[in-house]
Structures are given as C-alpha cells and as structure tokens.
C-alpha cells in the first residue's frame, strides 16, 4: 500500500511537473529518484520491519514529489505544495541522521531533526503565506512556474515581506544543513567500525549526489566556466542520485548478510570455549571489534547481578535494565526486548567511552540474565541477527553450563568413590594395626609363658611336657595363620615402610625372579595402596597365566602423578576387558588414574598405571 | 648375661623380661622407647640390647638408629634387632656392613625362646645373628644368571645357615651331619660362588651377606 502510495504521489507529481512547464527528461530524472527511494525503502521496510529507516526511506520517496504540487493549478493544493517544498530535505536529514539504525544517537540530533521539521512547518508556512507565484516569477521556486497558482493560502500582500520570509527561511535551511554536517561528523567519530562499514558507501553516495548537484548548479549560474562539461555529467549526476536510496538499502541489507557468520559461533560452542574466544567470535560475527561480552559472574552485587568480561573486569548496568525478562515467552531474550540505549544504561567502563554502545541482554531458560552483549548500537538495526547472536551465544552458554555441571556431577562422584575407597582402606589399615597390637601381640606374650613353662617342666612329667608343646606348636600357628591374614587385609610393611619397601618385600616372595626398581618415597595412602594393589594383581597374573622368565616392576613419581609398570616377557594374550585387569581398571579410576595394558601374544604384557598423587 | 630391653608394647615387654629372667639373664632396664638406651648402656654396660626397630615417638627406624649409635659408643655391647616384618633394606644394610655383635630376629620369634636366647648370646659375645625368613627372603631375591642354581639342595641350606650367623658345629648340630662333612660342603659352597674360604665366623658371615648382595 505504501509503494501504491508513493507511485501515485510520483504521478500526480510528474503530472503536475510537467504541466508547469518541465521537459520530459526532468520528469524522468525527477521520477527515477523519488521511485528509487520509494522503492528501496519499501523493500528496507518489507525486509527489516522493526527499523525505522526503511520507513523513513518511503517517506523521502514520497515527499520528494510534494514540491511538484505547485504545478497543479489548484489553489489548496498548489498551497500546500509551496508550503511542503522543502519537506523532503527534512526526511533526509532525519534519514542521514539515524542511517542505519533508523533512532538518533542523543539529544542534540533529536534536536536537530525535530528542527528541520520544524523550519519546515513554520517556515515554510510564513513563507507560502506571502507567496504569490503571480508576483515572485520563475526564480521563486525550482518548478521556474510563472504561471503556477493561484495560492489559496496567500493573506500577506507584500512583495519585500515575501522577500525577507523567503531569504531567512534559505538561510535557516543552510544554517540546518551545516547543524546536519557537524552531527554527521559527530556521528562519525563516535562509530564503530562495524557502523562505519555501513555508513561509509551511503555517505559517499550522498556526498557525490551533492557534488553532481553543484556542479549542475554552477553550470547554470556560469555556463561559460564548464562549457559542453555538462552533457556528459548528467548521466553520472541523475544515477548518482538514484544510487544514494540503494546504498543506503544495501547498506542495511548488508548487516543482514553478516547473520552467515553466526554459524561460527555455533561451531565454537563445540570447543567448549573461554569467554575470551566466545568474545572473539561474537565479535568476527557482527563485524564489532569494540564489542564487550560480560557473563553473569553468579555473585549479586548492590544493583542485581554483577557481570565480568573475560578480563575479569566487572561491567555494570543500570538496575531494572536486566530485570527479569519481560519478554511474553519469558524465555526468548531478544534484542528487541533485552536492550536499551546506551544512554539510558550505565556501562560503567564506557561512560567516557564512545557512544553508540548499545546493550543486548541474553537470557538463560528461566529468564534470568545470563550474559550482557555490549556493543556498536548500529546492530540493533538488524533485531533478526542480534535474535540469531543471541539464541547462538545462549546455545554457547548452555553447553558449558551443561559441560560444568556434568563435569562437577562426575567429579563428585569420583570424590564419592574415592571417599568409600579411602574409608575401606582406613578401615583395613585399622584392623591390621589392631590384629598386629592385639591379638598377634598377645598369642606371642602366650608362647613366651608357655616357653618359661617348658622350660620349669624341663625334669616334670613328659606327658605334661608334651601337651605344653602340642599348644605351643597350635599357638604357632595360629600366630603365622593370624599374620597371614593380617597381611591379607593390609600389609605392615606398605602401611610402615612405604611403597617401594612393600614391593620390594612382594617380588622376594615370588618364585620367580621380578626385579624392582622403586624408591623410598611416600605417597598419600590411598595412591600407596591402589598402587600397591596394582603390583599385587599383574605379579598374581603373571606368575598365573603367563608362565615368565622375569618380571619387571618399576615404580617412580613422574611430576605429580605415580607412575607403576609390571612387564613381564611370558606369554601375552591378557584380556583387557577381563575380571580381574577390568576391577583394576575401575579401582584405578576411581582414584582419577588411567590404566594401560599392552599383551600382545608371545610377547609378554606390559601393565602401567599412572595415579594422580595430589 | 646381663640386657637392656627397649619395645612399645608393653605387653611383649614384660613377656621379654620373664622369659629372660626365667632363663637367668639379667634385665637391668625396661624401656619404652630408644630415647634414653644410649645413656643407660653407658651407664649399665650391658652385654645386649634388645630393641624394636619401630618405636616412638615416629615408629619408623629410632631403633636402626640407636643401634647404631649404641654400636658406636660402645663397640663391644651386642646388639639384636627386632622387626614387625621382613625388611631386607637399611637393617640388613647395616648388618652387612659389620655383623659383629650384630643381630636382626622378626618379633614372632621371640615366641621361640630358644632361638631368641640362641641369637642373643651370639650378639652377645660378638657372633651375629639373622632371622631364617630374612635369609631366606635375600635368597630368593631376584638375580639373572643365578649362581644359587649351581648349589645342591644341601649347599643351599648350609648357605643360608651361614647367613644366619650360626658357627659350623651349630650348622652341623642342626644337620646332623658330621664336622667334616660339613666342612666339605662350606668348601663347596665358597667355591661354587668363588668366595675365599674363611674359618673365621664373622668375615664368613661378612663375605655371605656381601655375596647376597644386601
């Protein structure tokens, strides 16, 4: 409707253009810049709803042929065409002011863009007031009509009233135009790369409108300075000025494009990243090197929840501003709904920063703020790539929320394991040390009393003599049985002397030669026992199954972690995935270590354990 | 025969102190650990000490230690070592280095008074004694291109005897074999393992322990 719009208003315009006496190839030049800038603005607007620019693009389109209705010959609409000559240079001004995202930076450009529809409004009124085409002539107005009007709003009769109101308006028009000129420059510096990548082509286009437009302008005034220049320039000047509408669409529809490279994004979520590179992502992304990311640090400061970016440094927002979301889904944080001027916000490292730093605020499940996106204000003309940075980043987030908490349920259990491990191993620890200092004690204190008592019976009864025997050799036994067991439980020799002496005493046991290398250092007990155990099996296994000549064990700390090797040269061919190497597997595991066995058949096996010692 | 007996456990302490005190050997102190026995064996001069090499207050080697030092201030006191379990390190170390007056028993075997009161007369008079288990472990310890397999049976028993300390007519008497069989089988023995044929106890016994590589 509004493209049907505009193409009416381009006709009736042209209409009344050419009834005011324009050739054909004005009509054309004039038609092809206001439908150019009808058209691209339909299709900034038919694209790029939530920004405004695309709209106002429409509205330059449109207004750009209001001039013409002085050529009608209605009185009402040749007034209102005098009064609403100048508006489309109004639209433009706003237009380059917010280009390219369709909202003004700060006050002083509200300002001056509230002015130019205000000189528009009231100057312009003033001067059709005194307007009467009769009297003023061709030069009063770019349509050249001396025979335009009448002016149905003409109530002042007065040729020099005209004269001042006319002059004054044109010099408040410059005045206007130089306040535009300084607030772009403004506008320039203050802009991030990202922005000025999008203002630049439009800017030049602008720019090189303008300059065609002088030039045509001095060619008029001094045809003699640029004679036969000005055939050949017309062609350049009338595509530079359709050009202007479609950089300025291309530059919108170019941030567009820049929603491709959200894709990485996703891809690095798979790396589970650090801020940092999460950072550098997000920032390839929107093309925003000055973009900041601040994570939601967990902790909750005097004004709500304390964001850190990946230096650590804490980036606060006013309070409210990442409230509880007031999206109507409550889940879907988006650029639209998260997001405020950077005016309204206090981004404390950037309050004597740049402006044009916007905030996108991005929601965890539960609607909580999870993260603060601060950067160029320019993305937030494009709310469907921001929705698509955010949606990326709270996959990103999610996934390493999701890895740590699976990684800390892992790890509690594994500290679970460990708990019952350490406490099993106290426990046997305990009861050898109280079968050493018990009962082991106490059976030798009898045999001590049983030899005093044979010893007294030397010369007594032989049948006497005999029974004190016999229970000395019962009590002899049950001795060795009871040191048998409490070896069984837990060696004395591990739990005393340490690892290497343990091993040492296992290999003199065995009735095949195994050659240790082991040290006297201590190890926690834990590490010393599971170690201890690990020996115990593939000495058991080799001496069971793989029939060798020698067996090798060596034990020694490689930074921080123990590392034990049992390699035999017998026969090979053990399972991995068998009982008794799968339980020391497990048993390894659980205290954080990693277990290899290497058993080719025929040649040998070689087991080795690497235990965490910390 | 007059001894100085240091053990944390009270218990096989004063079992110690009857048993000895029944088989007529003076026990002229009782102690619980090995802080004072330097100072008392200056003191009491005693023939032995008998001491647990674990005691505290660390219960890792304050007896190796005070052994050792005993052994210095006073040459001439024997001094038998007693442990929890095999250890075949720094107590034989120390033995091999100079096993005179030196011995080194398990604690089970003080429930054999005769080996105990055996072992604790020839530290005494300047023999030395080593437990049969802790020989017989140093024996079985690991070494590639065993000589040990060129002894018979026999020879490896009259080693592993040597080892313990014992003097030949105890060798013999445990055998029941004759001196001068015996005999021949020490010659063999040393021979097989090229050792110097010694009729001194203490260097035999140095020369065997040297042998087995402590």
Known sequence: ?614 | MRVIVAEDSALLRQGLARLLDDFGIEVVAELPDAERLLELVVAQRPDAVLLDIRMPPTHTDEGLRAARAVRARCPGTGVLLLSQYVETGDPVRALARDPRGFGYLLKDRVADADELLDALRRVATGGSAVDPRIVERLMNRARPGDTLDALTPREREVLGLMAEGRSNEAIARRLRVSGKTLETHVRSVFGKLCLEPTPDDHRRVLAVLAWLRV
């Open chain 1, 1 to 614: 409707m509004a493209a049907a719009g505009a193409v009416s208003a381009g006709a009736v315009g042209s209409w009344a253009y050419l009834r005011a006496g324009a050739g054909p190839a004005d009509v054309a030049r004039d038609l092809a810049v206001g439908w150019s800038f009808a058209g691209a603005g339909s299709v900034a607007w038919w694209l790029r709803p939530a920004n405004p620019t695309g709209r106002l693009m429409l509205a330059e389109g449109v207004t750009w042929f209001v001039g013409n209705l002085q050529g009608t010959g209605v009185p009402i609409v040749f007034a209102l065409g005098a009064w609403g000559e100048a508006l489309n240079l109004a639209v433009l001004a706003h237009l380059l002011l917010v280009y390219p995202e369709g909202r003004a930076d700060d006050r002083s450009e509200r300002w001056v863009i509230r002015t130019g529809y205000a000189l528009v409004a009231v100057g312009g009124l003033v001067r059709t007031l005194a307007y009467d085409p009769a009297v003023e002539g061709a030069d009063a107005s770019y349509l050249a009509c001396g025979r335009c009007g009448p002016n149905a709003l003409l109530l002042v009769h007065d040729h020099r009233f005209f004269a001042v109101a006319d002059l004054a308006y044109r010099w408040a028009g410059v005045v206007l135009t130089v306040a535009v000129l300084v607030s772009l420059v403004r506008r320039w510096r203050t802009s991030g790369l990202a922005r000025r990548r999008i203002l630049l082509p439009a800017w030049v286009a602008v720019a090189l409108a303008v300059a065609f437009v002088g030039w045509e302008v001095l060619h008029v005034l001094t045809p003699d300075t640029l004679a036969g220049a000005d055939t050949y320039l017309t062609v350049p000047s009338d595509l530079s000025q359709v050009a202007v509408p479609v950089t300025f669409l291309i530059g919108l529809l170019r941030m567009r494009l820049r929603r491709a490279s959200v894709g990485g994004l996703v891809i690095a979520a798979g790396d589970d990243p650090t801020p940092r590179r999460l950072q550098e992502e997000l920032r390839r992304a929107l093309g925003d090197p000055t973009l900041r990311l601040a994570l939601c640090s967990g902790s909750t400061g005097r004004h709500g929840a304390v964001f850190t970016d990946p230096g650590g440094a804490p980036v606060r927002i006013a309070s409210g501003a990442v409230g509880p979301s007031t999206a109507d889904d409550g889940r879907d944080a988006t650029a639209d709904s998260g997001s405020r001027d950077a005016e309204s916000m206090e981004v404390a490292p950037y309050r004597a920063g740049p402006r044009g730093q916007a905030v996108t605020v991005v929601r965890d499940g539960r609607g909580a703020p999870e993260a603060l996106l601060v950067h160029d204000s320019a993305l937030h003309s494009d709310p469907h790539l921001m929705r698509a940075v955010s949606a990326a980043l709270r996959l990103c987030l999610r996934d390493s929320r999701l890895r740590r908490e699976s990684d800390a349920l892992a790890s509690r259990a594994r500290e679970a394991q460990r708990r019952l491990l350490r406490a099993a191993d106290d426990e046997r620890r305990r009861l050898e040390r109280d079968l050493h200092d018990g009962a082991q004690a106490r059976l030798v204190f009898a045999l001590m009393g049983l030899a005093r008592l044979r010893a007294r019976l030397a010369d007594g009864d032989a049948a006497l003599r005999s029974d004190v025997a016999e229970t000395e050799r019962t009590l002899r036994e049950a001795l060795e049985e009871l040191r048998d067991l409490a070896h069984g439980i837990h060696p004395a020799v591990l739990a005393r002397a340490g690892l290497g002496p343990a091993v040492t005493a296992l290999a003199e046991r065995c009735p095949v030669p195994v050659v240790v290398a082991a040290g006297p250092e201590r190890y926690p007990e834990l590490v010393e026992s599971t170690a201890y155990f690990v020996v115990c099996e593939a000495v058991g296994n080799a001496m069971r199954h793989a029939r060798p000549r020698a067996v090798g064990v060596t034990v020694r700390p490689v930074g921080g972690r123990l590392v034990v090797e049992v390699s035999d040269d017998g026969r090979g061919g053990a399972d991995p995935a068998g009982g008794g190497l799968r339980g020391l597997a497990d048993r390894v595991a659980a205290i954080g270590g990693t277990l290899e066995v290497s058993s080719a058949p025929g040649d040998g096996t070689r087991i080795r354990a690497e235990l965490p010692c910390g």
